[in-house]
């Protein structure tokens, strides 16, 4: 039977229960060496100097590390290459690298980390939006504190506000959030012969971490190899981070010969690693009579932190995203991305998206509210049908299943019957429904055209198990299991057969990023290339072996080959057609090269087809507020998804529920809190609050199937969509039952109750 | 300083400092590395042992204090190559995405059912309250601990095969 669609069992879930899995800081290698990092404890400041001297002579140390000993470039290679591996000349936030201390045991590495002096001069730290956009903010980042900024202009959003007859302004700010995968950032540099460098670690994107450790000791890439280990978890915070890491620990490993092992405790992990960008977005809406949406103006703010890492491409696809998923013919958009002296920010699943979902999911509800439409209708009358014009003036043109989404997760949440107007809430205990629309582009779009493609190896054995090398990752969201089901189908082998191996750079070619839900799409369509290219070569061993004349008589489905024409009962295992294929010296590998469908983009107007495809989610939440204390509980979560294709959807569920879960956390209780100097403070986990099992609604997903046509049994992709509007379905439901509005995330007691 | 204890039913004698956590005493000293470190400050559960029959973070015990005592981890967990009841529904329920928590997740589980063999979800999520999961939202593993203690209806309306 064949297996797309088929909610089997998780390739690596066997290893898992048994804590066989082995996650980096579970390898050992001998003669290691262990390292930990000195940081910077102020935000802003000129480095005058670093004294070693101490902590050189402290028992197991090998070696201080600081900028002057990096080999190769002492810039981390992502957008723009203004990131240093270990400060050098100043210091920009607090907890940056300064010095790595190495030595036998952590212990002592720690011991004499605490005795490197860094000899610093404090200038005044820029730590918010608002202050590095200020007229007279003092420069940190060329003459603008700005790393990028894109416009967005279709049609003359100007004239047709002044012609709408609501005008809706509105400003929205969120918060930071800490990705908080269980497993930290941590790497193993293992320097091999010929002046190789291997390096096993946690992370989404092997080949950016290739990219830097190359560039981080000056040697040639194919003198690299990084394998990636058992991933705990990532939602982008394995995107640009472990580059960082793996950088370090490869100039450590070359200047000390030996390996070096360099595993953050999570205190280090939440202050060093990159978080979502905190975002502030100026909203002006105008609508006709009826609430149809007739001129959008957005200003979009995200704070970058230190360095650009991400920021630009974040901030593009948070541009092209920015008025949700509703028609409209005159739109201005304009954002940019600030730089301040706090962490650098980078990629976190929804990538820029969340920040102005929460603003538009919201001001569509204050204007359904003022108009007193209800909020599910005004998304029917403005949301994205087959045939709608996006804000880059691309049209829809298949897979939406918008509308669909809406009227299941509807249906389900029992909308009609339970959803009354704010005005009409009474008692102290008040419940509440809210809704939110979302689209999202699936894959790097037109921002990140040029790194949209993928290659994978595909290997029949000798005894018929099948072996396939990719270059996109599993990092716990399912993609061995997902890719092993499209690669069984599409060559007709069985699903227990197929083995998609963990990600080793010596393995296969560049697959760009694991990232903006790219990976079903992408490496499900270049196993199906290379399938493609093996299938007719068991057909043909087939025909030999079933004693048929023609290829196209035979089927081949899930391990067994029969003939189509005589139903005689007679079929071969796929093994027997292995051996046959290797006895008729063919060649038993394939090559799949996928690129993907054509998107473009013109960088003065933003107008083009920013995304090959998208996808689409509805979700209803429903809360129960005490209006004395402010407490509230958030019920249930009904999230209606169409991902074009649920590969298997018992692992599309698990997405939609963990990220939604994510979203709650992002809506009511996550933030990074940050001193008047810019220090953080709620670096660990005690301080740093996460959604617990007593915490968890009921979360109630449907699958919503929209096939793409280009897609691996019309799969689009979808893995970052649930958190995404999570936190303005909060929000609205909060509106709802209690007539309070709440524009500045997380939503907390003290805000429902308008203490703060 | 010298201590003794039983680690899954094998008996250990080992030197150990005196400030060294059970949990680096476990990972490192008797290779035991199923049991994972997720913040070290008794915030996650990652490091979830029993030790007497009760859970505990082995992250905020010292190695010493384990003296004399009994723990399991999940190495212990599957018998004779045989995954345990827990083990099987976790896998069969996708209740592990990164896996990370698993372990962890797996022995409050395995805490709970022995003292409540049919508990309720209230109670499965008392008993897991102190286990992190990023991934997952908790509803697979819940549901996968309800089938393994053989109270799961699977959802009406979704495919499964
Ligand atoms: S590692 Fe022990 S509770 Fe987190
Ligand atoms: S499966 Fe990743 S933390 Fe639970």
Redesign the interface.
């Known amino acids: 039977m064949p297996v797309v ?6 390739k ?12 980096v ?2 390898y050992s290698f001998s003669d290691i060496l262990y390292a930990t990092t000195v940081r910077s404890e102020l935000a802003y400041a000129r480095l005058n100097g670093i004294d070693t001297a101490r902590a050189l002579s402290m028992p197991g140390v090998k070696a201080v590390l600081t900028h002057v000993d990096v080999q190769g470039k002492n810039a981390v290679p992502l957008v723009f290459e203004d990131e240093p591996f270990l400060a050098q000349d100043y210091l920009r936030f607090h907890g940056e690298p300064v010095a790595l201390v190495i030595a036998e045991s952590y212990e002592e590495a720690l011991a004499a980390a605490a005795l490197v002096k860094v000899d610093a001069e404090p200038l005044k730290p820029v730590l918010s939006i608002r202050e590095a956009i200020a007229e007279n903010a003092p420069k940190i980042y060329k003459d603008d504190n700005c790393f990028s900024r894109y416009n967005i202009k279709k049609g003359d959003a100007e004239t047709a506000m002044k012609k709408a007859r609501h005008i809706f302004e509105r400003e929205y700010e969120t918060p930071y959030q800490e ?6 950032n941590g790497v193993i540099a293992v320097p091999g012969l010929e002046d190789s460098m291997a390096v096993y670690g946690t992370m989404q994107c092997p080949f950016y971490v290739h990219d830097a450790v190359a560039q981080a000791i000056g040697i040639d890439r194919n003198k690299v190899r990084i394998v990636q280990t ?4 990532g ?1 982008g915070g394995k995107e640009d981070f472990p580059s960082v890491v793996a950088g370090q620990a490869a100039i450590a490993a070359k200047l000390t010969g030996r390996p070096v092992k360099l595993v953050y ?2 205190e280090e992990d939440i202050i060093a690693s990159s978080k979502r960008h905190p975002g502030l977005i100026k909203m002006k809406i105008g609508t006709d009579e009826r609430g149809k949406i007739v001129a959008a103006i957005i200003d979009y703010y995200i704070d970058g932190g230190a360095y650009s890492t991400l920021t630009p491409i974040v901030l593009w696809r948070g541009t092209v995203h920015a008025l949700g998923p509703y028609e409209c013919q005159d739109i201005l958009i304009k954002s940019y991305g600030v730089a301040t002296n706090k962490v650098p920010c980078g990629a976190y699943r929804g990538f820029g998206s969340p920040q102005v979902i929460f603003a538009g999911e919201s001001i569509i509800d204050e204007i359904a509210d003022e108009l007193k439409i209800d909020p599910l209708e005004i998304r029917r009358l403005n949301g994205y049908k087959v045939g709608s014009s996006t804000a880059t003036s691309q049209i829809i043109d298949q897979s939406c299943g918008l509308m669909e989404t809406i009227d299941r997760a509807a249906a389900k949440a029992d909308w009609k019957s339970k959803w009354q107007a704010p005005s009409s809430k009474k008692g102290s205990t008040r419940t509440g429904l809210g809704i939110s629309t979302v689209y999202y582009g699936v894959g790097l779009g037109a921002g990140g055209k040029h790194l949209d493609r993928v290659a994978t190896s595909m290997t029949i054995m000798k005894d018929g198990s099948v072996h396939c090398a990719i270059g996109n990752v599993e ?4 993609a061995r299991t997902v890719l092993a089901q499209i690669a069984a189908d599409a060559l007709g082998a069985s699903y227990e057969m197929v083995n998609v191996v963990e990600t080793d750079t010596a393995l296969v070619p560049d697959s760009g990023p694991t990232v903006a839900s790219r990976t079903t799409f992408m490496s499900g369509n270049s196993l199906m290339i290379a399938a493609a290219e093996l299938r007719p070569r068991l057909l043909h061993v087939a025909k030999d072996m079933l004693g048929e004349t023609r290829d196209e008589d035979v089927e081949l489905i899930d391990g067994w080959a029969f003939s189509k024409r005589n139903a005689n009962g007679q079929r071969i295992h796929f093994k027997e057609l292995a051996q046959k294929l290797y006895a008729y010296r063919l060649m038993p590998s394939a090559f799949g090269w996928y690129i993907a469908p054509d998107s473009s983009y013109d960088k003065d107007t933003g107008q083009g087809n920013a995304y090959f495809v998208y996808s689409y989610c509805t979700n209803i939440a429903e809360v129960e507020v005490d209006m004395e204390t402010g407490e509230f509980q958030v019920k249930r979560i009904t999230c209606a998804h169409d991902m074009g294709k ?1 590969i298997n ?3 599309v ?2 997405q ?7 979203g709650m956390g992002y809506a009511t209780m996550e933030e990074i809190r940050h001193d008047a100097n810019g220090k953080m403070l709620n670096n ?3 301080t740093y609050i ?1 959604p ?3 915490d ?1 609604p009921v ?1 109630d ?1 449907i ?1 919503v199937e929209h096939a793409y046509d280009r897609g691996p049994y019309g799969a689009k992709g979808f893995g970052e969509v649930p958190l995404m509007g999570i936190a303005p379905a909060i929000a609205n439901a909060v509106y709802n039952a209690t007539g309070k509005r709440i524009r500045i995330l997380p939503i907390k007691p003290e805000k429902i109750l308008g203490l703060e | 300083m010298k201590i003794s204890l039983k680690v899954n039913g094998k008996k250990y004698t080992r030197e150990v400092e005196t400030n060294k956590n059970l949990l680096h005493f476990i990972r490192e000293d008797l290779g035991l590395t199923g049991t994972k470190e997720g913040c070290g400050a008794g915030e996650c559960g990652a490091c979830t042992i029993i030790m007497n029959g009760k859970t505990v973070n082995s992250c905020l015990i010292l190695a010493v204090e384990a003296n004399g005592c009994e723990i399991e981890t999940i190495e212990g967990e599957a018998k004779n190559g045989k995954l345990s009841k827990l083990q099987k529904a976790f896998h069969e329920n996708h209740a592990v995405q990164c896996g990370f928590c698993t372990p962890g997740m797996i022995l409050s589980a395995r805490a709970l059912l022995e003292k409540n063999a049919k508990p309720t979800v209230e109670q499965i999520k008392e008993a897991i309250e102190g286990n992190f999961c990023r991934c997952t939202g908790y509803q697979q593993i819940i549901e996968a601990v309800q089938d393994a203690s053989g109270q799961l209806k699977k959802k009406e309306g979704l495919k499964r095969a």
């Open positions: 669609g088929k909610s089997v069992p998780r690596d879930a066997w290893d898992k229960v048994q804590g066989k899995a082995r996650y800081d579970d990705h908080a995968y269980l497993e930290t058992t991933t705990g978890g939602f405790k999570r990092m716990g969201q399912g649920a959807p018992q692992q569920e698990g939609i529920e963990g990220g939604t879960l994510q660990a986990f005690a996460l617990t099992t007593e968890t979360i997903p699958i």
